[in-house]
């Protein structure tokens, strides 16, 4: 894989151009350009379409093995030094080790709303606020979208909060066992 495509795939990935989803036996690009053959020209991209994708099947396959910590010698030191530097941030090792290795599903997608009850005779009448939370979630191993899973929760404020501390309990923990290492 040559350097420079390295660089200009890590650019577009790190400004949010092009997003990446691994799965156990692929992957997915998410262009999220509309003037895609544009990009490439401002990123001084010398190749084709064809060529683009070449050069990206080859630095998901790079930065995939980098992430699970098997390169292999196919690729120069230079390489992975370089997708280590510019692509493979602590957060992105994680998520490709996650939607590689895990057993359970995973979260693609959140959302919240706020639902009001109201009177059944006066509709004016605002009887209680709740938020809803929709999780997204599919399997490791899924990748057709519709195979995820969509769970829609709605909670009362008390409930939000017991969430928030669980979630906010799991990221200490995380956090304090990253320090350790």
């Known amino acids: 894989m040559d350097l420079k495509s390295i660089e200009i795939i890590s650019k577009m990935a790190n400004e949010g151009e092009i997003e990446f989803k691994f799965f156990q036996d692929s992957a997915r690009i998410r262009i999220k350009s509309d003037e895609f053959d544009e990009s490439l020209k401002n990123y001084n991209f010398d190749g084709d379409r064809e060529s683009f994708a070449d050069q990206l099947d080859e630095f998901l396959t790079l930065a995939k093995d980098v992430a699970l910590g098997n390169p292999t010698e196919e690729y120069s030191e230079e390489s992975i030094e370089l997708i280590k530097n510019n692509y493979l941030n602590d957060e992105r090792i994680n998520l490709i080790n996650l939607q590689l290795r895990s057993h359970n599903n995973i979260l693609e997608e959140v959302d919240t709303d706020i639902i009001t009850k109201r ?57 304090s066992i990253e320090k350790e290492e």
Not at 130 to 137: D, Q, S
């Open 119 to 175: 009177s059944k005779t006066n509709s004016k009448s605002i009887i209680s606020y709740n938020g809803l939370i929709t999780l997204i979630t599919r399997e490791t191993h899924v990748d057709d979208v519709s195979d995820y899973d969509v769970l829609h929760l709605e909670l009362t404020k008390k409930q939000i909060d017991t969430l928030i501390d669980e979630l906010s309990k799991a990221r200490k923990s995380i956090e």
